[in-house]
């Protein structure tokens, strides 16, 4: 059978049976992309109960036919045009094209002939798209500054798609005031730009049922900042000794990196984030800041001021007196606490490990660097210590008072009676400072003898007496005496003096021998016997 003397009606018979298509196509539209291959897919399973398959082209002008299967003699024939593009699988009536053309564009016609001379069809539209390629996005700015610019970004592809947007792996998200696309699509308007708002990357995908082409990876510099700037101060106590050294850092969150400087009291000080000052003087006490500046944005920041004082540390101090030789209940003391290097901002005053508390006669001055005693007693004497302090260091110095009083308390140590040829110590003693020198009498005659204790070796009747023990002070002209009794005894016999009990015992026992004396003798009188005188 000659496949074109049935052009004719085969393509009436198409013609008709649009009328009573049925489902022969699994679907009755598809896509395909120029120079790639489309497969017209059928629900047939089977061809035995076929005469005739016929698959035609409609291109919207006219329908013409492209190929014809007879299945009794399982031959087919394909229209030339068609002839090196076309596969035909024959158990399903399937059909694929390969190499597809724009001009493929159009309806497909199945038309299948049965045995019992009833005819089926089924149509399919393909729609053939441009191959996606040369994806790419541009920018109307290269640069931009946060807050201050608005970037609009266009996507740019060949071929037949849609646009997508997005950042990084994410969708693009919109909120169509400050970030919004055009109708198209293909144009992103973002609104004064935010540093986040591009940092994906952004990525333009431009895409069909079929394929997708991406763009290469966008980047655009947002300049901001700077801000957040961070100072540090090392050490960081705000009073520095003199001769220690100082340490100022600076950073700032910025794009592009800020330009960093240090100002000193509104000057100038050195184009650096890091800046160490050695050996620091009074002269560098003061405000020091730094400056953060950004040349894309022309902003800059200023951080909080930093003050900083230079101070002396103390050392040499020392304590003067006002005089230094001191009489109890006489003399008036000025103390003054002074630092040879050095100012102090504190004093405080200790006596013997403890602090001083003012009073009537001890008188702080207002700065308290000034001690003033009137008129001292021996108490006031002992360690007095000053300790000087300000914000940087502490000193101290150390002053023993030394009070001359005295003497006071004389008295003298020692036995009242000894025996014939007995040793004695006789001691005497006085508070007295300095030392009290001392003198001896006996019955009112001075002794050869000036040191505290007087010893006798071998006691003999010419020791007993008054013994005087004189002590004198020097410094204070002061003299105080005290007297002591001794009795050297004959041998065997010590009057160590009888108490008051023994006396009256004794006075006792002669009233009653004399008692009973006169008795006897009274009695003897009576009985008129003469009794002998006893003595």
């Keep these: 059978m000659d496949f074109y003397n049935l052009r004719v009606p085969l393509l009436i018979l198409a013609a008709l049976g649009r009328c009573c298509s049925q489902s022969l196509l699994l679907t009755d539209k598809t896509n395909g992309v120029v120079g790639k291959n489309v497969t017209f897919k059928t629900a047939i399973t089977s061809t035995m109960d076929f005469v005739t398959v016929t698959w035609s082209f409609n291109n919207g002008q006219s329908t013409a036919p492209i190929l014809s299967h007879v299945i009794s003699k399982n031959s087919s024939k394909i229209d030339a045009k068609y002839a090196s593009r076309i596969s035909y699988n024959a158990t399903t009536g399937e059909v694929q094209l390969r190499s597809l053309m724009k001009e493929d564009g159009g309806e497909y016609i199945l038309s299948i002939v049965n045995s019992d001379a009833t005819l089926q069809t089924g149509q399919i539209l393909l729609e053939v798209l441009e191959p996606i390629t040369d994806v790419k996005i541009s920018s109307n700015i290269s640069e931009a500054v946060e807050f201050d610019s608005s970037v609009v970004l266009t996507c740019s592809a060949k071929g037949s798609f849609t646009y997508k947007w997005f950042n990084g792996s994410v969708a693009l998200v919109l909120d169509d005031t400050r970030m919004k696309l055009n109708p198209n699509g293909n144009e992103l308007t973002i609104t004064l730009v935010r540093r986040t708002d591009l940092r994906g990357p952004i990525i333009c995908l431009a895409e069909n049922t079929l394929e997708s082409?991406?763009?290469?990876p966008f980047n655009l510099t947002v300049s901001y900042g700077p801000e957040k700037i961070v100072t540090t101060q090392t050490p960081t106590d705000p009073f520095l000794k003199k001769g220690s050294n100082l340490t100022l850092t600076c950073s700032a969150d910025s794009d592009p990196p800020a330009q960093l400087k240090w100002m000193f009291n509104g000057a100038e000080l050195l184009q650096k984030a890091n800046v160490t000052i050695s050996n620091l003087e009074a002269k560098d006490s003061?405000?020091?800041?730094?400056?953060?500046?950004?040349?894309?944005?022309?902003?800059?920041?200023?951080?909080?001021?930093?003050?900083?004082?230079?101070?002396?540390?103390?050392?040499?101090?020392n304590i003067s007196n006002s005089t230094s030789l001191l009489i109890a209940g006489n003399s008036t003391v000025n103390l003054t606490c002074s630092a040879a290097v050095g100012k102090a901002e504190t004093v405080e005053w200790l006596k013997d490990g403890k602090p001083l508390i003012p009073g009537d006669r001890v008188i702080l001055s207002v700065d308290k660097k000034s001690l003033t005693i009137v008129q001292v007693v021996k108490e006031d004497m002992g360690e007095y210590k000053c300790l000087l302090k300000n914000k940087v260091s502490k000193d101290e110095a150390s002053y023993k008072m030394v009070i001359n009083y005295g003497p006071e308390d004389v008295k003298v140590k020692a036995k009242n009676a000894v025996k014939f040829e007995e040793s004695i110590e006789i001691a005497c003693s006085a508070a007295s400072i300095p030392p009290s020198m001392y003198t001896w009498k006996l019955n009112d005659t001075v002794m050869n003898f000036t040191r505290a204790i007087y010893v006798i070796e071998k006691a003999k009747a010419a020791d007993s007496g008054i013994y005087t023990c004189e002590a004198f002070n020097p410094i204070t002209k002061m003299m105080k005496k005290t007297t002591h009794k001794l009795a050297v005894t004959e041998v065997g016999a010590v009057d160590e003096g009888l108490s008051g009990g023994a006396i009256a015992g004794i006075v006792i026992?002669?009233?009653?021998?004399?008692?009973?004396?006169?008795?006897?003798?009274?009695?003897?009188?009576?009985?008129?016997?003469?009794?002998?005188?006893?003595?």
Excluded: H, W
């Design 509 to 535: 026992a002669v009233l009653v021998a004399v008692i009973i004396i006169a008795c006897i003798i009274k009695r003897k009188r009576k009985s008129g016997t003469d009794i002998p005188s006893p003595y």
């Design 286 to 317: 003061g405000n020091y800041s730094c400056v953060a500046t950004n040349v894309k944005t022309n902003r800059n920041v200023v951080s909080p001021v930093a003050l900083v004082t230079v101070l002396e540390a103390l050392s040499g101090t």
């Design 213 to 216: 082409g991406k763009s290469a």
